[in-house]
């Protein structure tokens, strides 16, 4: 009996407490295979939740990286990450690294099944652990030939008793010391939806249908060629709506903006977005209509994105048949078509299987009800055609501001001339001002005749260039002219 005392006592006491919460462990996992639901089964029930509580004190919570049925990346997932990255690169023995703004340093974080250890308060810590967790296997874990991403979370661990403070002061630190860690390592990105073919939210498909690149395009407002007083005007409107949160909340609407940009190709309509971007510090989305399967799709990539953000769509007059005219002249054409040959005329309501997005649902992604998911967003659609596009579609409350982006005047020939070549003057300059006011040519021509093709090439050379190609237009448009009008003599004759 001694010898089985001293035996007992000699054994660590951290081993004994393992070896009691592994028993526990097999009984509460049979206890609740049972499922009593008797008044003496839920009596027990009570009892053996208080036996657990001490055997295991600790309590968890658990942060999945997304929310609202896996439809939109958690913020407070990437929050805890960023919060635990200082964390990772003292404490942690496995992890993931990742480019950082700095192009010298990585921002590392946990990789799946490693745990750290935090300090809530003085005398009080918590456990992390970075969790992960296959995806329902409901067709073999594929979803059309696709394999699905596990689910991401992290858990936290701590002491019953330390509950209220977990929850209403640490973790709500965690959170903010994150933000602020989020935007000392922030990188700018430039984000395209993936093809359709390749996602949907169909069955909760977790894989996100956007990927990116760093965004670093260096165009700004300084290196722009527009009319400065158009520039000036553009810059303070975009310095009012980024300063407008409380503005928008006082009067109710959501905060975002249209913009849509127009005219010619050449005129800058791209280059004013990436100006925009780095003059507001944003992401862009830059969305293909054409990739994107259904309305719903369309939503669902708009709730994706994130806040500070440019959502853009180019050539929006391309991408699909979004006019009511186009649509009906379709029709026509088709019904013309199909009397002809004698077959019968397709129905109004019998859709064209390449159209994937209508009208109505590009109307209610720009201001129906889910674009006030999230804020500070700008929508911007860009087109070479304005008159081509439904006046539902820009009409002021969807696309706020119009901006016509024009062919180069005299004043951007300057600012042109200022950057290209760097002078203010010169005495080409009246030639330049006189022939731009008879033709038409686009900021892109302009630049790339004052862009130096060689190491001879200076102010001179390029600027005879440029007063050469802008006579040729000159001539061209006499000719043009005078062979209209020697048509219009012939036909007269006739």
Not at 228 to 234: D, Q
Not at 407 to 413: I, L, Q, R, T, W
């Amino acid at each position: 009996m001694m010898e089985a005392a001293a035996v007992w006592g000699g054994l660590n006491s951290g081993v004994v407490l393992s070896l009691i919460a592994v028993l526990w462990t097999v009984v509460w996992q049979n206890l609740q295979r049972l499922q009593l639901h008797t008044y003496v089964g839920r009596h027990m029930n009570r009892h053996t939740r208080r036996l657990a509580a001490l055997v295991d004190p600790y309590h968890s919570v658990a942060i999945a990286e997304y929310d609202g049925g896996r439809m939109k990346r958690s913020e407070a997932f990437e929050e805890v990450k960023a919060y635990l990255s200082a964390s990772c690169a003292r404490d942690v023995r496995h992890v993931r690294a990742e480019a950082a703004k700095d192009a010298d340093k990585l921002v590392l974080s946990m990789v799946d099944g490693e745990e750290v250890l935090d300090v809530a308060a003085e005398g009080v810590t918590v456990w992390w652990l970075a969790n992960s967790t296959p995806p329902p296997r409901t067709d073999g874990g594929y979803w059309g030939g696709r394999v699905q991403e596990n689910r991401r979370s992290y858990q936290l661990f701590f002491l019953d008793r330390h509950r209220d403070l977990v929850i209403n002061t640490y973790l709500p630190r965690v959170r903010k010391q994150g933000r602020a860690v989020m935007v000392k390592n922030r990188q700018r990105k430039l984000f395209t939806n993936i093809s359709y073919k390749n996602w949907s939210y169909e069955d909760g498909l977790t894989q996100s249908a956007w990927s990116h690149v760093v965004f670093e395009h260096p165009k700004t407002f300084d290196t722009l060629a527009m009319e400065p007083v158009k520039k000036k005007e553009i810059m303070e409107d975009l310095n009012m709506f980024k300063n407008g949160k409380e503005s928008y909340a006082r009067v109710g609407k959501a905060w975002k903006r249209g913009y849509l940009l127009y005219g010619p190709p050449g005129t800058g309509k791209s280059a004013i977005i990436a100006a925009m971007a780095n003059y507001l510090d944003y992401d862009i989305y830059d969305i293909e209509l054409t990739s994107v399967n259904t309305n719903t799709d369309l939503r669902k990539l708009f709730i994706q994105t994130t806040s500070k953000s440019i959502i853009v769509i180019e050539d929006i007059d391309c991408s699909l048949d979004l006019t009511g005219a186009r649509k009906k002249k379709k029709e026509a054409a088709a019904a013309d078509e199909a009397n002809k040959d004698g077959a019968r005329p397709a129905k109004p309501d019998e859709k064209d299987p390449s159209s994937k997005v209508t009208l109505s649902g590009l109307l209610n992604f720009i201001d129906g009800l889910w674009s006030a998911c999230g804020g500070e967003r700008l929508i911007v659609f860009t087109t070479n055609h304005v008159e081509k596009l439904d006046p539902a579609l820009i009409r002021r409350g969807r696309m706020d501001k119009h901006i016509e982006m024009s062919y180069c005047g005299f004043e951007a020939f300057k600012f042109l001339a200022n950057i290209y070549l760097e002078i203010d003057s010169h005495e080409l300059f009246p030639a330049v001002q006189a022939l731009l006011s008879e033709v038409e040519m686009t900021p892109a021509d302009v630049a790339e005749n004052l862009t130096p093709k060689s190491t001879d090439d200076n102010a001179d050379s390029c600027l005879r260039a440029l007063v050469s190609e802008l006579e040729k237009k000159v001539e061209d448009k006499a000719n043009g002219v005078k062979n209209g009008q020697d048509e219009g003599e012939a036909e007269d004759d006739n």
